[in-house]
Structure formats: C-alpha cells, structure tokens
C-alpha cells in the first residue's frame, strides 16, 4: 500500500482493518448510543463530535425538512425518474440534483445574512433594518421568510422554541435567534396578511447558532429532503406507472410556436 | 386549490397551514424528543413509526455506512465535482448517482437471498449450502462478504453486536442473524484466509431484521453515505483546487489505440 | 509527464501540443468538411471513420429523436431543474439521468432482439413468430413497435426510406430491415388498430445495420434527446418561473395515506 | 386531448400523427439531408433554421470539443460511474453533470465579454486592453486562454481558420474574431512564453459570431463532450472493472487529520 496526496483527506483513515472518522474508530462510533446520524454529520464536516444536546437541536432541523410532498420539483422528479426505469440511487440523485440556489438554497442565503448581521457593530434593530434596506434596493425578498400558500409555516413554532430552550440551557448564544427574530418583526410592521418565518428561515437558525457554515445548510437540508426523495421513489415505483409525465396523458402542453412552415 | 389524483400520495398530507407524514402532524414530530433521522425514514418509507428500540437499531446501520475515503468512486467524484464549479447538490448527486448495482447494490443482493432463504423449510445449514451452491454455479460471490483490503471489517463486530443484542431485548427476531452467521460459517469453512462479513452484509442483516424491503436497503445506505458525500466535496471545495482530474496532472493515462494517420 | 496505465484509452491520445482520436489529429477531423457530429460519434465508439454515406444514414437516425416535447419526463425534468437556480449542465444532465431502462431504452432491447433474429438459422417468418411468441408469453410487448398517442409516428415512414435506399446502394445489408418489417407485420396481422413501428423501432434498425451494439443504440439516443433537453431548459430559463413543480401550483397532490393522527 | 399552459413551449407541436419543431414537420427534416445535428440544435434553440454555411460553421466548433480524456474530471467520472452497476445513461448524465462554471464555464463567460467589447464605442484596442484590466484587477484570467499543458492547442488554427473564411464569405460579420485576435495579441505583448487561444477561446468565437446567447455556448460543449463521455462511459464497461477508483487500489489517501482517539 502506497499513499498519495493527490486525494489526501482529514475526514477517514483508512487501512486495513482500519476505519476511523477524524481520528475515532468507527466501531465505537457505531457502538455508542447516543451516535446517530446528526452527530455522525457535525463530526465528518466539523471534525469534531457534538455534545449530545447540540446534536439533539440539529436533529430537530433535519427532521423538519425531510418532505413538502411531490408538488416540489424535486420530489416530482424523483417519482417521475423511478418510471422511467432507472434505479432508487438515480432517482434520489435526480431529486438532489435540483436543491438549487432558488429550491434549496434560502437557508444558505440566510446564514450569509445572518453573519453579515451579526458582525456589524449597530445596535442589531438598526442593522436589520439596513439589511433589509439592502436586499429591497436590489428588488430581493428576505429569504426565508414567507411561503407560497402556507400562510403559517407549521415547522416554525416547534423549531423556534427548540432552539430558545437550548438557549436557555446555554447550547447556543442565541444571537442569530434574535436577528432572526427581529427580522421578521420588521418585515410584519404594519402589514396585514403576515409574512412568517418558514422551514428555511427556522432550520437557518438552528444551523447557525450551531456555527455550521453557510453552504453546510444546503448540504444539512439535502440530508434531510434525501428521506422524503427515497420515500416518494419507493412509493411511485409501486405504482406501476411508466414514463410518468408532469401531467396526466391526456394533458398536453400548448404549443405557442410559429405556424406549420416546409423545410425550404 | 384542487386536488389531482396524477400525483396522489400516502406520505404527506400538505394543505395551507398543514403537513402531516402518514398522519402525523409535522409539529408533534418536531417537538418529539425521540424522533431523529432514523425514525422519520422509516415512518416515510413504511406508513408507520418504529418503536424507539427498532429507530436505534436502524440508527447503528445508519451511522456505520457513513463513509470510506475517496478511493471509493462516489466519493472521489463528490470531490471531484466541486472543483468543477457547480453547487453542494451536484456534488452530493453525483455521489449518490453512482451508488448502483455493484457500488451500492450487495446489501439489496442479500436481503434477496435472506428472503429466499428464510421462506425455505429446509433445515437453515442445508439452505444455506444450496444457495451458495447456486451463487458459486452462476459464477458469482455471495454478496456482503469479503472486502478487497480489511482482512476484517471493523463495522461487522459492533454491528453484529447491536443486533444480538436486539434479538435478545425481544426487538427482532433474529432468523436473519442466523442465516447470516450461518452463511459466514459456511462460507470460511477450510479456509486459511477468511472471507468476513462486511459493512453491506452486517447492515443488510438490520434492514431485514427490521423488515425493509430490499431495494429499501439500498435507499438507507444512500441516506447514509450522503453524509461522507457532503463531508468531502466541503473539504474539498476549501482546496482551491480546479477540475481536479483523478490522478496527480503530471500523470498522462497510457494512450493504447491506432498510431498516428491521417484523415483520408 | 508519465503515464499510467489505471486510466489507459484508445479513444485519445494526449500530450502536449497533440490530440489525436483513435490515431487521426484534431486539427485534421476540425479542418475536413465532410466530419461531422455523427461522424465524431461513430470515430470515438467504433475507433475507424465511417464512409460519408454511413455517416449521413446515422445522422438521419440522430435528427429523428431530438425531441418530444414536456410530457416526455427528461424533458420535464430539464425545465423544472432550470427553475430550481442550478446550472444548464445540471439541467441536462437531469433529464438525460432518467434515459433508463423504460424511457431510454426500448431500443437497445429491440437491438438485442434483432441480434438474436438473425443469428437463428430458421427462415426469417418463423424466427420472428418464435421471438413474438417468447415475448408474449412474458407478458411483454414488442420494444419499438406501439405508441400511446401517435396512431402513426411520422418518424418511421422517412427513417424506412432512408434505410431501405440505403440498402439499394449497398451501404448497409438489410437484414435487419427485413427482421423488423417482418416483425411489423406479424404483429398487425388481423389487428383493426395498427401497432406502427415507433422512433425506437425506426431508429434501432439504423443503428444495428450500422453494426452498433446494443448499449451504443441507447447512448446514440441520448446524444439526439441532449438537443431537446438544452432547448427545452433554455426556454424555461427565460420563463422567470421558480420551482415549478408538475402541475399548477393551485393543484395538489391526492392526499391517499392514514387519517390525522397524533404522534405518541 | 386537452391542453394545459402550465407546459407551454414553442419548441415541439405535438399532437396524434404530427410532429413539428418550431413549424417544420419532422418528417421533412428527417428526409433533408442538409439537417444534421448541428442544424437542429441551431434550429430548436434559436427558432428558425441555419442557412447551410451557418451550420457548418457551427458543426466545426461541434467536431472540435468532444473528448480530451480521462484527465478531465467529466471524463473520468463517466468511466467510474459504469464501473458501478449504472446504465450508459446515468454515467452520461454523471459526467454532463460536472460541466459547470469552471469545466465548462469558460467559453460562457468570454461570451460575456465578448458582448461587453462589442457594445463598447470605443476603439477596438481601448475597449480590449481596458476588459483585460479589469480582469486583471479582481485577479482573474481572461477565459479561453492559455492551457495547463498544451503550450500551442492543436483546435485553435482549424477553428480560426474555419471562421477566417466564414468572414470572407459573408456568412459572419468577423467582429468577434476581431476582437478575440486582439485579446490574444494584448495579452501576449512582450510575453516569452506564448499564452494561447484555447479551444473555450476558439469555439466562443464560433458561437458568438453564429448570435448564440453565452449559456447556449456552454450548452453546445455539453452536446460535443457528450460524445466522448459516450465513448469512454462504453470502453470502460468493456474493462471489467468495479467500482474503479480515482487512483490504483494500491494507493490510499493520505490521511491528514487528528491522530487516533478515543470516542468519549
């Protein structure tokens, strides 16, 4: 066995009989209880283990973002890949695929504001509000607030308090949740129809008080939406059905082209 | 809002104001302490929640898959992809994509044969024996034993382990188990060099145990290697590298076609 | 620079200054008026150039399959990743993910199938009723032949044409146009609805008279299809829509799972 | 047949028996042997079809992109990806997937400059030397230029010689190539080692002077790299190999993080 470092890594030492995760031996890590698969991410992308309530409060994030049901693009094309006669690790990398900028990427745009937020020396009402200053000069919504047809998000409220009790047991400072609490008081004022805090918005909380970067929130909530990914391929592939299109068969698209013309 | 059956689900119930999972609101399982990664694929993926015994086992299997270094291809081309300049979903989905047949397909192979072994009324050991008879005839290894380097796998002892013990705690039943060791048996009997059981196979013994469908198998493990999927392309993605190719720039693939002509 | 031979190749040959293909230089394959795409698809698969009359035959095969609009689900998939804020590379490659068995591949099976006709030694009629009778007793139909809303695909009158002229000067043998013909019309005889030849079927006859091999028939596709897909993703990039899912966003999934139910 | 405008386009006109792309029926474009594939690319993405020396011109840049071997990271990861148990169209897909802003960026982006020069009134060498500046202070390369180890690329004569006449017999206006000669002349005043125009150089050019927008330019790489993922996603199925590696299986990673420890 020769080692190079072409593809050197801190994350797993592998040799034979060998397999350990920033230094730690994977069979205790399997053994321990209170291991599972929240500690298992902080510890491959941090390098270090969690304390078992810091992992705990990641936890809550990941299980509230696992499915919005197959009107997301990215569930859609799950069920619609395992039709086509593909299988379940394609399906679920087709899903995965799509958590963009725009279809997953809120939570990260966030945590960027979040930081850009709490770096600033202003007393934090007078920072939010030139943030958000900011991002309406530039015609942009806060992310993570707002949401298509929920008029209240039913993740936010288990999620905010999770996060609060863990302020208060000193998991985290609490500082983000403040911002974050902040900022949705701004963008409420004087308006009618409420515009809440959703799963982007709640989870973003949660992974920045815990001091994740930015692009591991998308890669947090990809876990995360991987669960409802698998479930829905499952599913569709008991269905039967084949090359199962956005709408059903009889539906076609409206064609809004030129006229039928020859080929000169 | 309308309703179309083109996308029916038994998953998730999503209405304004409302998501529940096979039933269940999303703000219970939020605020359920007991609730993690593990129980929540197995209430999208089986319509029902675990009992907290059975979500522990499935944790163990879950967090043992996590990662094996970037000589496994999935990995290596996690890496690879962020250096190419596309997003953290890319990257995992290029991981995830590659998880087929051979890279990720043993463990689904053998809850296969667990299954047709266990609906088998012969006596276990005369079972087994015809089974590996036949993988030997049609040319092929038994699946989820041996590994090309780990003379012993360090996961199949804790793993092994953690379902023991289940079967003894009265949460599964352990046929599985048997059949399992029973296949191990045999398959070392007279051998100098052991072939061990390995990660596919001690895993594929929990998901069996806890009653997944085999293709289900092959969807836990994706769920779990993500993990080291996003681990790498982070830490890769903070090396500056560029279209990193597989081997150091200095090193040419041997070209072994035609010589040098010319187009006629 | 050294070389290794983990990566060996004969497709190109690279060194500094140097880019030959299966031994011909670039510079020469840019600079010769009569080398195409298909010619280049043909050089790279094969490894020799074809004759000009070989190539213009693929390339009627490689204009015939560019595109069946959105209802197709790679094309679907196409635009909806465009909504999702990824890449026109991701885009593509989500759509040409799902080119599996189903969606992709009857054609390679009916290559396949082809293949088995013409080495039989019987008379042509009675190899293809054994070959009918075997899928048939299956349960399975025809790969090729059928199409769910085309009565006619106006695909196979031109791709027919172009073969069987083909065959007349001498550029390809016309075996397998006589297996496929003859398939065609065992399977209509004493029908009322016919079941026409489909794209897959029309184009499968090219690519086997060319002597491509099965697998190559389905990626020949997928170079045709990629054509649709850039077109379709780039549309939909123009169309401002953000994560546009299958269906109108006033339309919801069926809800078909357990009634509302708390978690214990 | 009902039609909805949630999947509107004016790409394909699809209805039972007829089959049109921006008007043309499909069966006169099958039937012109003038129509390759690089008229149909021309064709579904623009809306009207290439005079014949627009798509040859075209085709050029096509013939010149499709391969530069397993080095490139696309590459590689369409050979990895069918040692793992995937279809040719998941190692397609797999390897299309990669070609993102910094693999298949290049081209793009000197199309954006290319745009900005071109709408500048200045005079051409002004406007030229004050793009280069500007690159030069964010710390940036000018794209399409230079190559890691071709010190003179083999695509770039062919493809300006092939728009040099393309200018002299009107079928484009040559202020691009203008431009991008000036580029490679500025950049290289009073260097000792020439950097030249790349094939990302050579082949923007070509789309650039043909009126394709910049994404477009990196959509038709993906549609000529295609082919070599083709051909090497086929060679390496006929390896034998499983589960290949980034590197031989006799070199691991080297391992840089924290010594072995114990979990806690």
Redesign the interface.
């Known amino acids: 066995?020769?080692?190079?470092?072409?593809?050197?890594?801190?994350?797993?030492?592998?040799?034979?009989?060998?397999?350990?995760?920033?230094?730690?031996?994977?069979?205790?890590?399997?053994?321990?209880?209170e291991?599972?698969?929240?500690?298992?991410?902080w510890l491959?992308?941090r390098?270090e283990?969690p304390s078992v309530p810091q992992a705990?409060l990641l936890?809550?994030a990941?299980?509230?973002g696992?499915?919005?049901?197959?009107?997301?693009?990215?569930i859609?094309?799950a069920?619609?890949?395992m039709?086509?006669?593909?299988?379940?690790?394609?399906a679920?990398?087709?899903?995965?695929?799509?958590?963009?900028?725009?279809?997953?990427?809120a939570g990260q745009e966030l945590m960027e504001i979040f930081a850009t937020i709490l770096q600033d020396p202003r007393p934090l009402p007078e920072t939010v509000a030139a943030e958000i200053a900011r991002l309406r000069a530039e015609n942009k919504y806060v992310p993570g607030f707002g949401h298509?047809?929920?008029?209240?998000d039913?993740?936010r409220?288990?999620?905010v308090?999770?996060v609060t009790q863990a302020r208060e047991d000193g998991v985290v400072e609490g500082r983000v949740l403040e911002a974050a609490l902040e900022i949705e008081r701004q963008i409420n004022e004087g308006r009618q129809r409420p515009i809440p805090m959703n799963i982007d918005g709640a989870t973003a909380i949660i992974y920045a008080e815990l001091g994740f970067?930015p692009?591991?929130g998308?890669?947090?909530f990809?876990?995360?939406r991987?669960?409802?990914a698998?479930?829905?391929?499952?599913?569709e592939?008991n269905s039967g059905a084949?090359?199962?299109?956005?709408?059903?068969?009889?539906?076609?698209?409206?064609?809004?082209?030129?006229?039928?013309?020859?080929?000169?």
Request: a neutral charge; charged letters at 20%.
């Open positions: 066995m020769e080692r190079s470092d072409w593809w050197k890594t801190s994350i797993s030492d592998i040799s034979p009989g060998v397999i350990r995760y920033h230094g730690y031996p994977v069979e205790q890590l399997i053994a321990a209880p291991v599972g698969m929240a500690t298992m991410a491959l992308t390098g283990l705990r936890e809550r990941l299980v509230a696992v499915d919005h049901g197959p009107q997301a693009p990215s859609a094309i069920r619609m890949a039709t086509c006669g593909v299988g379940i690790n394609n679920m990398a087709s899903a995965t695929n799509v958590l963009g900028d725009v279809h997953g990427g298509r047809f929920h008029p209240v039913p993740r409220e288990p999620l308090a999770a970067a692009v591991l998308r890669g947090l990809i876990l995360s991987s669960i409802g698998l479930a829905h391929a499952w599913e592939s084949r090359n199962k299109g956005p709408e059903h068969r009889t539906i076609l698209p409206d064609y809004v082209g030129p006229a039928p013309r020859d080929v000169p």
